[in-house]
């Protein structure tokens, strides 16, 4: 895929805001390559220390579900209320369960 | 499966009705529309529209405050300004990263900016003429863009929505540090009063054009407000923005320009006169002080920095090949 000459690919950012939390998808930008993505990355969404660590990924690597497909895709958690602990009933006076 | 014309016409048809239906709904319901949901052709060219101007906006609006980073009287003010503006900049990167989740590219949008295709707010036509004027923008035109961007935190669009969130976190700040400047100016010398004075009178009524047309006379408000594109109407917004400054005003000592304006205990708003529109379409339609100037500017900035963007994709490119031959 050819863009033009002054054209850099598209990359997203994903943010730690602190020690103990999962990255975040924050935003995108573009970089020509790998420092620059993480630097610009640094420059445009952690300004205000909104971060601890950054991911940058190409979007191109990212592989998505499909909105069309969401009823599908997801139907088999639909029907398994067993998977939630509200489905057990606990006896009166159990604790710690 | 249909195998006549006329009926897979009219089955592609009642498709096309669900779908619209479903959209709809989903509007209806406060869902919020993503990326790759299906959208009507005029949902996804509109939001276009309005995304990318309001990005344009963003950046060209760099210029009137640039203007004074070199001559800002103080240290703190010049860092201050340097911020604000920096923050200006990403704020269009968040814009337009926003339209081009919609089936756009980058060069699109900023070719059809440069060849007037596209419009950006008309605010930033006029000219910066004083320190002043960076106190009066900073309170008035980036608290006008506030109570608009509040508003379309609840845009239906995912992606717009976020970004007005996101925006709104950094703009507080950009109001606070332009009043600033005003109560110095307003407690300050005579000299300094008088020009804090004359900046208000020149940015009010352009501020107030800010909010866009009276509702009566905008042809674009029914669809964005059935597709909850817009969550409330210009005039509703420009009420609010009159009665949040106001007494801001008040606190300053400063007189706004307008001898219609009065509380009205009844309706628990402040009257105000009408805006003159005739100045409001010829600025909309290009007339404005500064427009030629901040077009070309803005081209010759983009045409510049050509070299550093091909240069830095060149390098990017051998480091890999040289990798890959290593």
Redesign the interface.
Known sequence: MT??????P?WEVFVRTKRGLNHQHT????A??AK?ALENARD?YT??QEGVSIWTVPATEIT?S???DEGPFFEPAEDKVYRHPTFYPVPDGVENL | MSNTPERSESAAETHSADLEQGFLAKIESETKV?P???MPDAYRKTLIRQIAQHAHSEVVGMQPEGNWITRAPTLHRKIGLL?KV??EC?HG??LY?AA?TLGTS??ELVTALHEGRMKYSSIFNYPTLTWADIGAIGWLVDGAAIVNQISLCRTSYGPYARAMV?ICK?ESFHQRQGYGIMVTLAEGTADQRAMAQDALSRWWWPSLMMFGPHDSDSAHTQSSITWKIKRQSNDELRQRFVDITVPQADHLGLKLPDPDLRWNADRNHYDFGEIDWDEFWRVVKGGGPCHLQRMAKRKAAHENG?WV??A?????HK??TDQQVA
């Open positions: 863009n033009a000459p002054d054209q850099w598209l935003g995108s930008l573009y020509a390559d620059m445009l300004r205000r998505a499909s909105p069309e | 993503e790759k949901d299906w911020a920096q923050d990403g990167l968040y990263s081009e980058r060069e996101r950094e050509r963007r091909e830095a994709a060149v390098y990017a480091q890999r």
